[in-house]
């Protein structure tokens, strides 16, 4: 177990937006059975808390088109995320129209991209992220279907 981050552990209370600095990257799938974005949170915290499940993730067009994430397994999953500690959650989708032209979020539009911690407190309203390449360069969420996440997991120390 790394000393930022540990499965299983007790965690204390539930991660909170306040101390989560969320990360969006855009990655370069060539199959569906790879995950076409990863999405990351870091505790940026003083204290550890419990990350325990999946976070909520949508993508839409004010009050328009949207689509939300959902979680491609029901395991439950509870982590420790120390003070620097960061958590992974791979997303698979369709980063391009589907065979017959279609896609959720027009892609001509540049959505926003609301994420939530799991369990957040009542008035916890989560955030507005920005999606961005490998490189940090910010570019266009390009999302045509469900977006299905993988399951969260501890980036190792290092």
Request: aromatic share 6%; charged share 20%; hydrophobic share 35%.
């Amino acid at each position: 177990m790394s000393p930022s981050a540990s499965a299983g552990a007790r965690a204390g209370a539930a991660c909170g937006t306040e101390q989560l600095r969320w990360k969006l990257t855009r990655l370069a799938a060539t199959s569906a059975k790879e995950p076409a974005g990863l999405l990351s949170a870091t505790n940026t915290g003083t204290t550890p808390c419990a990350f325990d499940g999946y976070p909520y993730m949508q993508v839409y067009l004010g009050k328009g088109p949207s689509v939300e994430a959902k979680p491609k397994a029901t395991a439950p999953v509870r982590l420790r995320l120390d003070h620097g500690g960061t958590v992974e959650i791979p997303l698979f989708y369709p980063a391009a129209p589907l065979r017959d032209g279609y896609c959720g979020i027009p892609v001509d539009e540049d959505p926003e991209i609301e994420v939530q911690p799991p369990h957040p407190a009542r008035t916890d309203y989560g955030t507005l992220v920005q999606m961005s390449d490998a490189r940090g360069r910010q570019v266009r969420a390009t999302v045509c279907d469900t977006i299905h996440m993988g399951s969260p997991r501890l980036r190792p120390a290092g």
